[in-house]
Structures are given as C-alpha cells and as structure tokens.
C-alpha cells in the first residue's frame, strides 16, 4: 500500500508545471495569493528551520544525496538481476521510491524558487518603469555610477596591494550584517519584509569560482550562499542578491537590483562600494557595446583604487577560463530559459534598464 501512494507521487510532477503555467498566465493573481501569501508562510516557517543554522544542510545534501541514491539504485538494479524470486518486488520499490522522490524534489523547486518566476515584476512593484533609452542616457548613468565609486573608494578597507578587503572579522559577522541590512529595506519596501536567513559560505568556493559561480540560493533548503574566495568587493553584493531570491524576487536581473538598491542605501561602506561596483560593471559593460569611445572617456575618471580593483577581478577570472566555465554557463543559460527568462544569462544585464529607470531623473538633468 505504502509502495502505491509513493508512485502516485509522481503525479506532483504534472500538479507542479500546471502550477507554474497557471502562475505565469496570470502574475497580479501570483502576486497577491502566492508570492505575498503562500510563499510568506513557507519563509517563516519551513524557511526558519535551516536558515538559523551557521552551516550549510545544502551543501552536506548535495554531496551526500547523490553518492546515497547511486548505492541505492546499484542496490536495487543488483537485487532485480540477482534475486529472480524478489524481483518484481524490487523493480516496484525502486520505480516507487525513484518516482517519491522525484515528485517531492520538483514540488518542493516549484514552491521555494519556480513560482516566483512568474509574479509581478519588482520595479512595476515600487513604481518604477523600464523602457528604452538613449545612448546619450546610458552614458549619463555610467558617470552618475562612477561618481558614487569614486565617492565610497576612499571609505572601505583595502590591503597591502590595495584590494577592498571586508571590515567583519569573519564572514559569519557579515551575513550578519547583512541580515540586518536587508531587514532595514524591508521598513521602506514592504515587498522584501520579513525573516532573512543566514548566507552561508561555500565550502568548495574555488571549485565554484571554475564554474564562474558567485552565489548559490538552493529552493530545496531555502538556504543562501555566497562564493567566498572571489574578489572582496562581490561578497556583501551576493549576499544581498541571494537574500533577494530567498524573498521571492528570483528573476537575475531583478534580484541585481534589489542587492544595489538594498547595498547603496544601507550605510555601510562595504555593502555600498559592493553595490556601487556591481551596478557600474553591468552600465559600463553595456556603453562599451554601444559607444566604447564614451566608455573610454568616463571610464578614465574613475578612481585608482577602483581601477584596481576591477583589474584584478578581471585577472582572477582569467585563471578560471575553459571548457568547465562554458558548461557552467550553458547550464545556467538553459535553467534560466526554461524558467521563462527569455535572454538566459544575459538577463542579468537588465539591471541596467531598472538602474535607468531608478536614475532618470537625475540623467534628465545631467543631460539637459
């Protein structure tokens, strides 16, 4: 009996992709019933149960579970080929645990990240509207951008070769900080209040960095990560970017700009020369595509530290080149497409239209 109500699990398979294509044929009902409900409720609860810890459950999980289900399988297949008397009786429990399993998994992705895909866009959320905008615009955020480096450059914390380096001793002290960070937004966007978890450091964050990975956000768990052995000046930046998928806001290019919007006004120097830098990186990425002499001009007034900065970034990526990065971000690209981002990695890049529509006032002015 127990062995037939496990492979009617397999069932939340099709239950979750209805879901989901119900969800995305209407956002506003998505927002209001799931994302700013349902959603709410598992974040305060069930998000609760790993969130406080200091560890990572994910990443013990993702390790474990793998080698677990191999020696399960081996075990059963072995049984099926060698036991003909308990054979049939084997070949029902592997297909009733393996369709259990697969059903609970894909409903639990549904619930803790695919859902959220489809509701309402935040910047439509806290009145801001994305449009087109001129190359003459574009130029004028990146400059806003480098004035706003170039303003924190002087107040973070740098080495002997002149890196931003974190303030916390530890970077448990800054998910620490970063908590109450994203908790104080949350008094000015209601749409991001409520419990903030832990973000966790990765174990194997080289191996991430080969895979051109920063952060982690793991829906089965509900748990944040971020990839600490990148350059300092991403760390506060990630941590608020997985905290933005932790929320609910699980679209690239959004969850980059609630980090910005979330680090820039926090106060703390770390988290706004982070966000500062991020924010720039993508505007200037994007001038250079379409005007590399404008990006050359503006690019040159931007302060030393920060050109130092980012040139060792560039440096530290470099050594990580290859055909594991590619596949890395190839699969990215089709998890993201499959989750109805349409432009795959390169939504990320859209924070550029939110940061226009942010700022345009102020580009107005600087352009008039």
């Known amino acids: 009996m127990l062995r037939k109500k496990r492979l009617w699990c397999i069932l939340l398979v099709p239950f979750s992709i209805l879901l989901t294509r119900l969800a995305h044929a209407n956002p506003a009902a998505t927002e209001r019933w ?14 609760r149960v790993f969130g406080y810890l200091p560890f990572s459950v994910f990443q013990i999980l993702i390790i474990l579970f793998p080698l677990a289900a191999l020696g399960y399988v081996g075990y059963e297949i072995y049984s099926i080929v060698k036991k003909r008397d308990l054979r049939k009786k084997h070949a029902i429990r592997l297909t009733a645990n393996s369709a259990f399993t697969v059903g609970i998994l894909w409903l639990m992705f549904t619930l803790g990240a695919g859902l959220n895909y489809a509701r309402l866009e935040f910047g439509d959320i806290i009145g801001l509207e ?22 924190i450059s002087p107040q973070v914390q740098r080495n002997q070769y002149g890196h931003m380096v974190v ?51 793991a829906p ?29 806001i699980m679209r690239e290019d959004e969850a980059n700009f609630v980090a910005w919007l979330v680090g820039y006004h926090s106060g703390h120097p770390d988290f706004m020369y982070a966000s500062a830098m991020l924010a720039l990186s993508y505007a200037a990425g994007q001038l250079h595509r379409v005007n ?39 699969a990215n690209d089709a998890y ?33």
């Open 34 to 47: 799931f994302s700013m409900g349902v959603y709410r409720v598992i974040t305060e609860t069930y998000g």
């Open 130 to 151: 994305a449009r087109p905008s001129s190359v003459a615009e574009l130029a004028a955020l990146t400059e806003i951008l480098v004035g706003h480096v170039n303003e």
């Open 167 to 217: 303030s916390a001793n530890s970077m448990a002290a800054l998910s620490q900080e970063a908590r109450v960070i994203f908790r104080t937004a949350g008094n000015n966007f209601p749409v991001l209040q409520g419990f903030v978890p832990h973000v966790k450091p990765i174990i194997y964050s080289r191996f991430m960095s080969r895979l051109r990975i920063v952060g982690v956000y």
């Open 220 to 248: 089965w768990t509900m748990e944040a990560h971020v990839n600490i052995h990148v350059m300092h000046y991403h760390i506060p930046v990630t941590m608020l970017h997985e905290l933005a998928h932790f929320r609910g």
């Open 292 to 330: 590399p002499g404008e990006h050359r001009r503006i690019m040159a007034t931007l302060c030393p530290y920060a050109q130092t900065d980012r040139r060792a970034n560039w440096e530290y990526w470099q050594q990580f080149e290859g055909p594991l990065a590619e596949i890395s971000q190839a």
């Open 336 to 368: 993201l497409r499959a989750n109805r981002q349409e432009d795959g990695v390169h939504s990320y890049g859209r924070v550029v239209d939110w940061l226009l529509a942010y700022f345009r006032g102020d580009i107005a002015s600087t352009i008039n």
